[in-house]
């Protein structure tokens, strides 16, 4: 049979959406891009809060990162 097999490259997306809401401005449009080089960065695109932490590992999931963020901006404000 001269049926060419197409290859079908099925992509499974197992990443979770990686945008939080943010606890200044309430818009879900946190980023947390984790570096294991430079300092890991958690980022409001609506706001523009950032906040930064130097050696994280790579490891750790970007919940993780969003979770401390929110303790720290929490506790920074009293
Ligand atoms: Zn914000």
Known sequence: MGRKRRKVIKVTRRKLPKVFS?????????????????????VCGSCGLTWEKANVSNKKEAIDLYNEFVDEFMSRRG
């Open 22 to 42: 943010c606890p200044q401005c309430g818009m879900a449009s946190i980023r947390v891009l984790i570096n294991s080089e430079e300092p890991s960065k958690v």
